[in-house]
């Protein structure tokens, strides 16, 4: 089975940086994908990572550690659009390899 | 490039009714799937379509549920009879094949109330 963790909710200032860690258990990890979701509006994807280390779009980073079955999303410089959920979902391929979520992260960014 | 519609947006049934949700892939996605979050919990796996066949549908709750997609281009899920757990938003996401981990493109839902 798939077991993905990450914290409900998180505050940050506008302008600051703030990071959103997501644990995961998984048997087969074939990649992890982090998505960004406005309140009723789809997911929209933000990066993925299947090897270790960091990946850099942008204001956005995210980083994978495989061995510890952890990643975290890293967001610098941060605007008041940022406030939104942040998914982070898990590709096993022994799940045929599906994408399988944790609950997300609600982030909001205050003035 | 046209996204991942879904229709309805909203729909609001009484138990024991039944409800047909559609989504259109992205054009040229062969591969299509059906996710659903129900309130408070994370979005969870239904169903995956290559083109008209199921790959996966390990994920469907029940027999009431059905998916469809015939000619391998917009999928329904039908709900028949609704059951007041089925209440939540159904996610549709599409992505192309031979992409490797391509991401998926998801639509913006069909939040089905069921009262």
């Known amino acids: 089975g798939q077991n993905i963790d990450q914290p409900t909710e998180m505050t940050a200032t506008e302008g600051a940086i703030v990071q959103i860690n997501c644990t995961y258990q998984?048997?087969?990890?074939?990649?992890l994908f982090w998505y960004q979701q406005h309140a009723g509006e789809a997911p929209t994807f933000l990066s993925y990572?299947?090897?270790?280390g960091l990946e850099e779009k942008g204001r956005f980073s995210s980083f994978l550690s495989r061995s510890k079955g952890y990643s975290y999303l890293l967001l610098k410089e941060l605007q008041m659009k940022d406030s939104a959920s942040y998914l982070c979902?898990?590709?096993?391929?022994?799940?045929?390899?599906?994408?399988?979520f944790g609950t997300g992260t609600r982030l909001t960014v205050i003035p | 490039e046209a996204g991942v519609t879904q229709f309805p947006s909203h729909s609001v049934i009484e138990k024991g009714q039944t409800v047909t949700l559609r989504c259109d892939p992205i054009?040229?996605?062969?591969?299509l799937y059906w996710y659903r979050r129900v309130m408070g919990k994370e979005i969870k796996f239904l169903l995956h379509?290559?083109?008209?066949?199921?790959?996966?549908e390990s994920g469907m709750p029940n027999n009431r549920f059905l998916a469809e997609r015939t000619g391998g281009t917009y999928s329904t899920l039908k709900v028949q009879p609704a059951e007041l757990e089925d209440s939540g938003v159904y996610f549709c996401?599409?992505?192309?094949?031979?992409?490797?981990?391509?991401?998926?493109?998801f639509g913006n839902g069909t939040r089905l109330t069921v009262t």
């Open positions: 996401a599409s992505r192309p094949s031979g992409t490797g981990n391509s991401p998926l493109h």
């Open positions: 998984t048997s087969g990890f074939n990649g």
């Open positions: 990572n299947v090897l270790d």
């Open positions: 979902a898990v590709r096993d391929r022994t799940g045929a390899n599906n994408l399988f």
């Open positions: 054009s040229g996605h062969d591969n």
């Open positions: 379509f290559v083109k008209e066949s199921k790959q996966d």
